[in-house]
């Protein structure tokens, strides 16, 4: 059986601490019940050597053998892969799981972590805020009418989806009750406590 | 065999024309050899049988037999699970494909739609410049050495990024040789002429 390991900074400020994507992958390992081990790489001095494995500089990337891939997106798709946990294997609700897994990356994240970088920066008048809340709006209306959002149960797609959702600023952004519901009984599931403590754990090692 | 239907919007206004996301579909058909139909939604009046198919309202979205899927990126990634010709079967350069098809979704179009997006709202001070400087930088950096983003030849990891950066204002901004010799040589491929006219074509007969 190949090895996967999760490439992981040996260290972030305490401002993303809980929220670097290496998480997206622990927490989806968890889930699937797939063994992997966690491997550092500099946050400070970025190699030659990480640049071979995430061109822009950042982590997470996964390790699965001789194979490497980052995007902790296509890290949970190939992760998906191996295991039904993650993804269905019947066509319909694998293509239902597929679009949402893509929608939490292109259309709600391409616009709150825009967004977030904008608020963040102390810009006044954010010219994103208008184009959020009409995606949020419409997350909403899809979550009020069901528990998940593909294949009538938990998959990578509600991992990547609360995942986005959960970061502190979008999800104070507005009232939206089934949303908030969502990220709540997602973020409470066993694997997700266990990554994110796990994260915390490495992070703290390197102070 | 399923039949493959590409669901575009009836009419659009000319400004987008040429960029709107079912080019996307028709273009990975067209390298494909899939056998295809476009259907029309109406782009003024949007049903919520268009909602069913496409919850935050937009377009394209795909249909294969009893299977439907929204978002131009899953839809890509369904079609590439139909030819070896949109991603190669061997793993490692499946997993390359992948990540760089995530990438133009999650690393570059996450930076560029918004960053264009202030843009033609008129913006003055786009606060996403610096961020998708670095971004670009990045791409120009890979394509400096190569010529395919994966597996050596094209894939469709080369038809997403080529049509995030052929947007008029993106690739307008700055100065990268290599990155604007991918966009030429890609879009000079005879499936994407096929494609960009035939959406020229669709949306002409609306008028």
Redesign the interface.
Known sequence: MSELTIWAYDWVPDGPRGFVRDLRLRWACEEAGLPYRVESTPFKDRSEEHFKHQ????APWLT?G??????S??GL??LAGKSEKLMPRD??EE??T??W???A???V???S???W??EV?G?KDN??TG?LES?LD??E??LKEREWLAASRFTVADLLMADVLRVEKVRAFGDRPATESYVTRITDRRAFKKAHADQMAHFANAD
């Open positions: 061109p822009f500089g950042q699965d001789d194979l490497s891939i980052f995007e997106g296509a798709l190939h066509p319909v293509a239902e597929l679009q897994t893509i929608a990356l292109n259309s994240e391409m616009v972590v825009p967004w970088f904008l920066s810009t010219g994103l184009w995606r419409h997350v209306r899809v």
